[in-house]
Protein backbone atom coordinates (compact mmCIF):
# COMPACT_ATOMS: atom_id res chain seq x y z
CA UNK A 1 0.00 0.00 0.00
CA UNK A 2 1.41 3.20 -1.03
CA UNK A 3 0.58 6.72 0.44
CA UNK A 4 0.96 10.22 -0.88
CA UNK A 5 -0.05 13.79 0.48
CA UNK A 6 -1.20 16.37 -1.68
CA UNK A 7 -1.20 19.68 0.58
CA UNK A 8 -0.21 23.36 -0.83
CA UNK A 9 2.06 24.82 2.11
CA UNK A 10 5.25 22.58 2.32
CA UNK A 11 7.26 24.75 3.71
CA UNK A 12 9.46 23.96 6.13
CA UNK A 13 8.86 20.33 5.68
CA UNK A 14 10.70 17.40 7.95
CA UNK A 15 10.14 13.53 7.41
CA UNK A 16 11.28 11.26 10.18
CA UNK A 17 11.07 8.11 11.44
CA UNK A 18 10.30 9.05 14.99
CA UNK A 19 7.02 10.25 16.39
CA UNK A 20 5.89 14.03 17.03
CA UNK A 21 6.29 14.45 20.68
CA UNK A 22 2.98 15.97 21.15
CA UNK A 23 1.79 12.63 19.59
CA UNK A 24 3.29 10.35 21.67
CA UNK A 25 0.62 9.18 23.60
CA UNK A 26 -0.31 7.29 20.12
CA UNK A 27 2.82 5.73 19.20
CA UNK A 28 3.08 1.88 18.90
CA UNK A 29 6.53 0.97 20.50
CA UNK A 30 7.72 -1.80 17.11
CA UNK A 31 5.81 -0.01 14.57
CA UNK A 32 7.81 1.16 11.52
CA UNK A 33 7.12 5.35 11.31
CA UNK A 34 6.39 7.79 8.71
CA UNK A 35 5.96 11.53 9.70
CA UNK A 36 5.38 14.58 7.82
CA UNK A 37 5.62 17.90 9.70
CA UNK A 38 5.41 20.89 8.35
CA UNK A 39 3.64 24.29 7.71
CA UNK A 40 0.30 22.66 7.46
CA UNK A 41 0.32 20.35 10.18
CA UNK A 42 1.71 17.37 10.60
CA UNK A 43 0.78 13.17 9.74
CA UNK A 44 2.07 10.29 11.09
CA UNK A 45 2.07 7.03 9.73
CA UNK A 46 2.78 3.74 11.58
CA UNK A 47 3.17 0.72 10.06
CA UNK A 48 2.79 -3.05 11.06
CA UNK A 49 3.52 -6.52 9.54
CA UNK A 50 2.37 -9.27 11.40
CA UNK A 51 2.75 -12.38 9.36
CA UNK A 52 0.09 -12.13 6.47
CA UNK A 53 -1.75 -9.39 8.42
CA UNK A 54 -0.67 -5.57 7.61
CA UNK A 55 -2.41 -2.41 9.42
CA UNK A 56 -1.35 1.57 8.80
CA UNK A 57 -2.16 3.81 11.64
CA UNK A 58 -3.03 7.21 10.66
CA UNK A 59 -2.98 10.50 12.73
CA UNK A 60 -3.31 14.28 11.11
CA UNK A 61 -2.99 16.62 13.68
CA UNK A 62 -4.37 19.72 13.07
CA UNK A 63 -3.64 20.50 9.70
CA UNK A 64 -3.81 24.00 8.29
CA UNK A 65 -5.82 23.54 5.40
CA UNK A 66 -7.39 20.34 3.87
CA UNK A 67 -5.20 18.01 2.72
CA UNK A 68 -5.64 15.22 0.59
CA UNK A 69 -4.14 11.48 1.96
CA UNK A 70 -3.74 8.97 -1.66
CA UNK A 71 -3.98 5.75 -1.14
CA UNK A 72 -3.09 3.32 -3.61
CA UNK A 73 -1.96 0.00 -4.34
CA UNK A 74 -1.27 -2.69 -7.39
CA UNK A 75 -2.63 -5.76 -6.25
CA UNK A 76 -5.92 -7.65 -5.24
CA UNK A 77 -6.38 -6.09 -1.56
CA UNK A 78 -8.95 -7.00 0.98
CA UNK A 79 -9.13 -3.78 3.03
CA UNK A 80 -11.12 -2.47 6.61
CA UNK A 81 -11.03 1.01 6.97
CA UNK A 82 -12.06 2.21 10.27
CA UNK A 83 -12.45 5.85 12.00
CA UNK A 84 -11.18 6.59 14.79
CA UNK A 85 -11.47 9.96 15.75
CA UNK A 86 -13.05 12.72 13.36
CA UNK A 87 -14.87 12.37 10.16
CA UNK A 88 -13.36 11.23 7.34
CA UNK A 89 -14.35 11.89 3.44
CA UNK A 90 -13.05 9.57 0.96
CA UNK A 91 -13.18 8.35 -2.53
CA UNK A 92 -12.21 4.81 -3.77
CA UNK A 93 -12.47 3.72 -7.30
CA UNK A 94 -15.35 1.31 -7.97
CA UNK A 95 -17.55 2.84 -4.80
CA UNK A 96 -17.58 6.58 -5.12
CA UNK A 97 -17.76 8.71 -1.87
CA UNK A 98 -18.05 7.40 0.95
CA UNK A 99 -18.19 8.61 4.47
CA UNK A 100 -16.83 7.59 7.93
CA UNK A 101 -18.22 9.14 10.79
CA UNK A 102 -16.02 8.23 14.39
CA UNK A 103 -16.65 4.44 14.93
CA UNK A 104 -17.32 3.55 11.82
CA UNK A 105 -16.06 0.77 9.58
CA UNK A 106 -15.96 -0.67 6.16
CA UNK A 107 -14.82 -3.33 4.17
CA UNK A 108 -13.80 -3.73 0.63
CA UNK A 109 -12.05 -5.62 -2.13
CA UNK A 110 -10.84 -4.11 -5.19
CA UNK A 111 -8.11 -5.29 -7.60
CA UNK A 112 -6.69 -2.68 -7.94
CA UNK A 113 -6.41 0.31 -5.05
CA UNK A 114 -7.24 4.12 -5.67
CA UNK A 115 -8.41 5.89 -2.57
CA UNK A 116 -8.21 9.57 -1.51
CA UNK A 117 -9.11 10.65 2.31
CA UNK A 118 -9.90 14.16 2.98
CA UNK A 119 -8.52 15.26 6.34
CA UNK A 120 -10.36 18.40 7.15
CA UNK A 121 -8.50 21.72 8.27
CA UNK A 122 -7.83 22.09 12.14
CA UNK A 123 -9.28 18.70 13.58
CA UNK A 124 -7.21 15.81 14.55
CA UNK A 125 -8.23 12.89 13.01
CA UNK A 126 -7.44 9.34 13.09
CA UNK A 127 -8.07 6.27 10.79
CA UNK A 128 -6.45 2.72 10.76
CA UNK A 129 -6.55 0.35 7.57
CA UNK A 130 -5.67 -3.23 8.04
CA UNK A 131 -5.00 -5.33 4.69
CA UNK A 132 -6.29 -8.90 5.62
CA UNK A 133 -5.25 -11.65 3.21
CA UNK A 134 -8.16 -13.05 0.51
CA UNK A 135 -7.98 -16.57 1.50
CA UNK A 136 -8.19 -15.49 5.16
CA UNK A 137 -11.43 -13.82 4.57
CA UNK A 138 -13.08 -15.82 1.74
CA UNK A 139 -12.37 -18.75 4.67
CA UNK A 140 -14.13 -16.50 7.56
CA UNK A 141 -17.12 -16.09 4.55
CA UNK A 142 -18.06 -19.97 5.45
CA UNK A 143 -18.59 -19.38 8.73
CA UNK A 144 -21.37 -16.37 7.54
CA UNK A 145 -23.57 -18.31 5.02
CA UNK A 146 -25.54 -14.97 4.83
CA UNK A 147 -22.60 -13.25 3.11
CA UNK A 148 -21.67 -16.80 0.55
CA UNK A 149 -22.60 -14.70 -2.35
CA UNK A 150 -19.05 -12.23 -1.58
CA UNK A 151 -17.17 -15.32 -2.03
CA UNK A 152 -18.30 -15.34 -5.97
CA UNK A 153 -17.81 -11.94 -6.62
CA UNK A 154 -14.51 -11.88 -5.22
CA UNK A 155 -12.92 -15.34 -7.02
CA UNK A 156 -14.61 -13.61 -10.88
CA UNK A 157 -12.31 -10.49 -9.41
CA UNK A 158 -15.67 -8.26 -8.95
CA UNK A 159 -14.92 -5.06 -6.51
CA UNK A 160 -17.20 -5.72 -3.77
CA UNK A 161 -18.28 -3.48 -0.87
CA UNK A 162 -18.98 -5.68 2.29
CA UNK A 163 -21.44 -3.37 4.19
CA UNK A 164 -23.91 -1.87 1.94
CA UNK A 165 -23.33 1.13 4.34
CA UNK A 166 -20.77 2.25 6.72
CA UNK A 167 -21.58 0.42 10.36
CA UNK A 168 -20.59 1.63 13.40
CA UNK A 169 -17.98 -0.84 15.98
CA UNK A 170 -19.55 -1.97 19.01
CA UNK A 171 -17.53 -1.56 22.46
CA UNK A 172 -15.87 -5.62 21.71
CA UNK A 173 -14.65 -4.52 18.67
CA UNK A 174 -13.58 -1.16 19.99
CA UNK A 175 -11.88 -3.17 22.59
CA UNK A 176 -9.97 -5.20 20.17
CA UNK A 177 -8.81 -2.32 18.19
CA UNK A 178 -7.34 -0.70 21.14
CA UNK A 179 -5.19 -3.91 22.50
CA UNK A 180 -4.30 -3.53 18.90
CA UNK A 181 -3.02 0.32 18.89
CA UNK A 182 -2.01 0.16 22.31
CA UNK A 183 -0.06 -3.15 22.64
CA UNK A 184 3.87 -2.92 21.67
CA UNK A 185 4.55 -4.66 18.44
CA UNK A 186 7.81 -6.87 18.31
CA UNK A 187 8.25 -10.67 16.78
CA UNK A 188 7.76 -12.43 20.27
CA UNK A 189 4.34 -10.31 20.41
CA UNK A 190 3.53 -10.89 17.11
CA UNK A 191 0.98 -13.91 17.62
CA UNK A 192 -0.78 -11.70 19.93
CA UNK A 193 -1.66 -9.29 17.18
CA UNK A 194 -2.45 -11.56 14.46
CA UNK A 195 -4.87 -13.31 16.63
CA UNK A 196 -6.51 -10.05 18.02
CA UNK A 197 -6.58 -9.19 13.89
CA UNK A 198 -8.50 -12.53 13.03
CA UNK A 199 -11.15 -12.10 16.00
CA UNK A 200 -11.51 -8.71 14.44
CA UNK A 201 -12.79 -10.11 11.18
CA UNK A 202 -14.97 -12.03 12.72
CA UNK A 203 -16.65 -9.98 14.84
CA UNK A 204 -16.80 -7.47 12.12
CA UNK A 205 -18.74 -9.90 9.26
CA UNK A 206 -21.09 -10.32 12.46
CA UNK A 207 -22.07 -6.87 12.71
CA UNK A 208 -22.37 -6.64 9.20
CA UNK A 209 -24.63 -9.57 8.80
CA UNK A 210 -26.85 -8.26 12.04
CA UNK A 211 -27.09 -4.88 9.34
CA UNK A 212 -25.08 -2.64 11.58
CA UNK A 213 -27.10 -2.79 14.59
CA UNK A 214 -25.28 -1.51 17.42
CA UNK A 215 -25.62 -2.32 20.86
CA UNK A 216 -23.17 -0.74 22.79
CA UNK A 217 -23.06 3.08 21.79
CA UNK A 218 -19.06 3.47 22.71
CA UNK A 219 -16.93 5.64 21.13
CA UNK A 220 -13.03 4.65 21.83
CA UNK A 221 -12.46 8.13 23.93
CA UNK A 222 -15.33 6.48 26.29
CA UNK A 223 -13.72 3.16 26.33
CA UNK A 224 -10.37 4.32 27.26
CA UNK A 225 -12.36 5.89 30.57
CA UNK A 226 -14.21 2.31 31.10
CA UNK A 227 -10.37 0.96 30.93
CA UNK A 228 -9.32 3.78 33.44
CA UNK A 229 -12.53 2.45 36.34
CA UNK A 230 -11.20 -0.37 35.78
CA UNK A 231 -7.58 0.34 36.68
CA UNK A 232 -8.78 2.69 39.63
CA UNK A 233 -11.11 -0.03 41.16
CA UNK A 234 -7.69 -2.40 40.95
CA UNK A 235 -5.25 -0.18 41.94
CA UNK A 236 -7.19 0.41 45.45
CA UNK A 237 -8.35 -2.73 46.54
CA UNK A 238 -9.73 -3.49 49.11
CA UNK A 239 -11.30 -0.44 49.16
CA UNK A 240 -14.42 0.46 47.70
CA UNK A 241 -15.54 3.49 46.08
CA UNK A 242 -19.11 5.16 44.69
CA UNK A 243 -19.62 4.46 40.87
CA UNK A 244 -20.00 8.44 41.06
CA UNK A 245 -17.11 8.64 42.34
CA UNK A 246 -15.07 6.33 39.95
CA UNK A 247 -16.86 7.54 36.86
CA UNK A 248 -15.68 11.74 38.08
CA UNK A 249 -12.06 10.04 38.42
CA UNK A 250 -12.50 8.42 35.00
CA UNK A 251 -13.50 11.05 32.91
CA UNK A 252 -16.80 9.37 31.93
CA UNK A 253 -20.67 9.70 32.17
CA UNK A 254 -21.80 7.56 35.26
CA UNK A 255 -24.50 5.93 33.10
CA UNK A 256 -22.11 5.34 30.22
CA UNK A 257 -19.75 3.68 33.02
CA UNK A 258 -22.28 1.30 34.17
CA UNK A 259 -23.36 0.05 30.86
CA UNK A 260 -20.11 0.02 28.99
CA UNK A 261 -18.45 -1.62 31.82
CA UNK A 262 -20.92 -4.32 31.76
CA UNK A 263 -20.63 -4.76 27.95
CA UNK A 264 -16.62 -5.02 28.03
CA UNK A 265 -16.44 -7.16 31.16
CA UNK A 266 -19.44 -9.14 31.58
CA UNK A 267 -20.74 -7.74 35.23
CA UNK A 268 -21.13 -4.20 36.39
CA UNK A 269 -18.60 -2.43 38.54
CA UNK A 270 -19.77 -3.62 42.05
CA UNK A 271 -19.70 -7.21 41.22
CA UNK A 272 -16.17 -7.04 39.35
CA UNK A 273 -15.26 -5.09 42.59
CA UNK A 274 -16.29 -8.14 44.61
CA UNK A 275 -14.92 -10.68 42.62
CA UNK A 276 -11.85 -9.51 42.84
CA UNK A 277 -11.52 -8.76 46.08
CA UNK A 278 -12.90 -12.91 47.15
CA UNK A 279 -10.09 -13.51 44.78
CA UNK A 280 -7.63 -11.42 47.30
CA UNK A 281 -9.42 -12.91 49.85
CA UNK A 282 -8.87 -16.43 49.06
CA UNK A 283 -5.06 -15.59 48.65
CA UNK A 284 -4.96 -14.52 52.49
CA UNK A 285 -6.57 -17.89 53.68
CA UNK A 286 -3.89 -19.54 51.37
CA UNK A 287 -1.04 -17.42 52.11
CA UNK A 288 -1.71 -15.84 55.73
CA UNK A 289 -2.49 -16.91 59.29
CA UNK A 290 -5.17 -14.25 59.71
CA UNK A 291 -8.62 -15.97 61.29
CA UNK A 292 -11.44 -16.16 58.52
CA UNK A 293 -13.10 -12.57 60.41
CA UNK A 294 -9.83 -10.70 59.69
CA UNK A 295 -10.03 -11.31 56.12
CA UNK A 296 -13.27 -10.52 56.02
CA UNK A 297 -13.02 -6.96 57.87
CA UNK A 298 -9.86 -6.66 55.25
CA UNK A 299 -11.52 -7.66 52.17
CA UNK A 300 -14.93 -4.83 53.24
CA UNK A 301 -16.90 -7.60 54.61
CA UNK A 302 -18.37 -6.33 58.45
CA UNK A 303 -20.24 -9.67 58.97
CA UNK A 304 -17.74 -13.04 58.62
CA UNK A 305 -21.07 -14.99 57.81
CA UNK A 306 -22.11 -12.62 54.86
CA UNK A 307 -18.24 -13.10 53.28
CA UNK A 308 -18.39 -16.96 53.88
CA UNK A 309 -21.40 -17.16 51.94
CA UNK A 310 -20.30 -15.14 49.05
CA UNK A 311 -17.13 -16.44 49.27
CA UNK A 312 -18.93 -20.07 49.28
CA UNK A 313 -21.13 -18.52 46.46
CA UNK A 314 -18.19 -17.88 44.04
CA UNK A 315 -15.39 -20.57 44.91
CA UNK A 316 -17.86 -23.60 45.90
CA UNK A 317 -16.72 -23.78 49.58
CA UNK A 318 -16.61 -22.20 52.46
CA UNK A 319 -13.35 -19.84 53.38
CA UNK A 320 -12.55 -22.36 56.30
CA UNK A 321 -12.79 -25.57 53.76
CA UNK A 322 -10.86 -23.74 51.25
CA UNK A 323 -8.07 -22.83 53.28
CA UNK A 324 -7.91 -26.61 54.43
CA UNK A 325 -7.88 -27.88 51.01
CA UNK A 326 -5.10 -25.61 49.56
CA UNK A 327 -2.57 -25.88 52.40
CA UNK A 328 -2.80 -29.30 51.91
CA UNK A 329 -0.76 -29.29 48.86
Known amino acids: MKFKINVGDFKNLSISNEIPKHLEEYHIPGSYIESYVAAFGSITLQYIKAGDFDFTYCISDAVSEDTLLYISTLNPSLLCFTSLKG?????????????????????????????????????????????????????????FPALESLKDQIESLQSVLVASKNL??????????????????????????????????????????????????????????IYTAKEFIDNNLPYHHSISFIARKAGINEQKL???????????????????????????????????????????????????????????????????KKRRY
Open 258 to 324: KQGFKAIFGMGLYAYYRNEILKIASMELEQTNKSIKQIALHNGYKDANNFSAAFKNKFGMTPKEWRK
Open 168 to 225: RLNAQCLDLIRKLIHSPFSESTKDFHIEIIKELMTRLLNLVVENGKWINSLQINELES
Open 87 to 143: THQAYINSFGDLVFEKSQFNIFYTTTLQADILLKKDYRQIFIIIDYPINFFLYSLKF
